[in-house]
């Protein structure tokens, strides 16, 4: 047992305890946040990992979500130029298109226009994207404009019956490399960050915590204590509260299963596609890592925490269906070369179906019976920042003397550059590094940004470098990723850190396994 006490401790490493490890960090506070497998090694990889309003949500009279969300979208965009950039989203028009039957506005609809009996009329999807457009207050962002695709190049991979098109804005973001750069972030202003590491008990004394870890690898106990537990479990939220904690709570949480397929790329421009489905949902197809193109999401329950999410053969062919329901290019299960499946941690607001249940976040705090503990329900990725703000204004009633807000503008590690600078990064790591081929250049500097430099050092060849792993890996990214943000083993590297997972071999994923193994010996 260690004898500091620490102000704050942070159970989950994904995506909303990062964001609140970094927050509270420079504020000052002492903070210690445990995660049981590897950062975003749970929702906060697999996600469709996109910085957005969320335009079906207006049909939800999520308001105040798509508001906060769209505001966010360029303060993000900012404090992290290398790892999100700004996209376009072509959303075909069709007669056919169907609202799903639970939403406010298919109910109002149904009252005023029975006619329409369940489809979405073009009126009301240019309504939405005005609103879209102008609830947010863009400032970098481009407004929304009409495709014809009749003649346009976004036209050319869809079926002819889509003549029409409109055309708007969000954003794309490394999901995963934004969870690993908070908590880098967080460590640099005093925070500790211990991945495989579990939260196994925790008891409630009158004015502190004493929390129970276990070593994941070695199977050692040790405890540490805190003034205030942060329960950012995600999907195991319910189970922390419930098992680890032995708490009783009237709030629960609901799982709900998104699953993505990847298959090589089905067309050469770079603009996403958003598909309104007959079935009342949408989905998305993305240009996704240069050679390939992301397909989703589902919502399916999700019953059992315990059971690891993967995307079904019905999830699947689903999404293929929907696809070809645009695409002239008919894909089979033999064109996907990847997937994967994520749980949406989501606040149980007693709606009937997955695809309605609310998107917005919940934090609740709870000090009966001794020291407090703050419950982080439901939540986006785009609303991370704005959740820790939050967060913090909780525990402010805990520890008065708290600092104010300051993330807003605060660049993330390697974001230091202005918004459209990446092109310009690109160059001058060109100049300085001429042996480097371009596809390396371009995914150091998206994934890095200005710590390229640090990363590659005085390096004058490819040799110095050091061992090449397979693709575009070498020794020198991955020592800077084991030293600085937590790697510890092959998969953190090529499926969290990058993906490049996609262009390795088995053999290739074994050497580097290996050679990482070695590495943590001595
Ligand atoms: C399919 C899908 C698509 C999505 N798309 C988008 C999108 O495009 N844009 C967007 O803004 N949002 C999106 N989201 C939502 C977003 O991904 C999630 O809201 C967010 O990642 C949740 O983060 P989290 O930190 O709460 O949970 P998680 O990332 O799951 O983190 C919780 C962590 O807690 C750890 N943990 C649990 N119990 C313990 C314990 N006892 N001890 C230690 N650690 C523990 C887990 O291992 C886990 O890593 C999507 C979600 C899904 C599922």
């Excluded at 006619?115 to 400032?139: E, N, Q, T, V």
């Excluded at 770079?270 to 949902?281: A, N, P, S």
């Excluded at 749980?343 to 917005?360: E, H, I, K, M, N």
């Amino acid at each position: 047992m260690t004898d500091q006490m620490h102000d704050l401790f942070i159970i989950g490493g994904g995506i909303n305890g990062c964001g609140i490890a970094r927050d509270a960090a420079g504020r000052g506070l002492s903070v210690v946040l445990a995660e049981q497998g590897d950062l975003a090694s749970a929702t906060s990889s697999a996600s469709t990992k996109l910085f957005h309003g969320g335009l079906r949500y207006l049909e939800y009279f999520e308001f105040r979500l798509v508001r906060e969300a769209l505001i966010e979208r360029e303060t993000l965009l900012q404090a992290m130029p290398h790892i999100s950039w700004p996209m376009r989203f072509v959303l075909p028009y069709h007669a056919s298109m169907r609202f799903e039957g639970a939403t406010p506005t298919s109910r109002l609809l149904n009252v005023v226009m029975p006619w329409m009996k369940g489809r979405r009329p073009a009126w009301l999807i240019r309504l939405g994207l005005f609103l879209y457009d102008h609830l947010g207050g863009r400032k970098i962002l481009p407004p929304t404009q009409v495709v014809d695709l009749t003649t346009a190049v976004e036209g050319k991979p869809l079926h002819s019956k889509f003549e029409t098109a409109y055309e708007y804005s969000d954003c794309w973001v490394e999901d995963a490399r934004l969870v690993a750069l908070n908590a880098r972030d967080a460590v640099n202003r005093g925070a500790r960050i211990l991945t495989r590491t579990k939260v196994i008990a925790a008891d409630r004394l009158k004015d502190h915590w004493v929390i129970t870890l276990e070593d994941v690898e070695t199977g050692e106990h040790r405890t540490e204590r805190a003034r205030m537990l942060i329960n950012a479990a995600g999907p195991w939220v319910g189970n922390v509260i419930a098992n680890t904690l032995r708490l009783n709570s009237r709030d629960g949480v609901r799982l709900v299963r998104g699953s993505h397929i990847v298959t090589k790329r089905l067309y050469d421009h770079d603009k996403c596609y958003f598909f309104q489905g007959t079935d009342g949902r949408i989905i998305f197809a993305i240009p996704y890592e240069t050679d390939f193109t992301l397909i989703g999401t589902t919502d399916a329950e999700h019953h059992d925490v315990s059971e690891k999410p993967r995307c079904t053969e019905e999830e699947r062919d689903y999404l293929i269906r929907f696809a070809n329901g645009y695409f002239k290019r008919q894909l089979t299960a033999d064109d996907v070369v990847w997937t994967y499946s994520g749980v949406r941690p989501l606040y149980d607001d007693g709606s009937s179906s997955a695809t309605a249940a609310t998107r917005d976040y919940t934090l609740k705090v709870d000090d009966t019976g001794g020291a407090p503990i703050l419950n982080i329900f439901g939540g986006k990725i785009t609303t991370y920042r704005r959740l820790a703000e939050a967060a913090m204004a909780k525990v402010k009633g805990y520890v008065p003397d708290l600092k104010p807000d300051w993330t807003a503008g605060v660049p993330l590690p390697g974001g230091d550059f202005p918004v459209d600078g990446v092109d310009h990064l690109i160059v001058e790591a060109k100049i300085q590094f001429p042996f480097l081929d371009d596809r390396l250049i371009r995914r150091l500097v998206r994934g890095y940004g200005t710590d390229l430099w640090a990363i590659l050092g005085q390096a004058r060849s490819i040799e110095e470098l050091g061992q090449h792993f397979g693709a575009t890996l070498y020794e020198a990214e991955v020592n800077w990723l084991m030293e600085h943000e937590f790697a510890r083993e092959a998969e953190d590297v090529l499926w969290r850190r990058t993906k490049l997972g996609l262009r390795f071999e088995d053999a290739e994923v074994e050497a580097l396994d290996a050679w990482m193994r070695d590495k943590r010996r001595y």
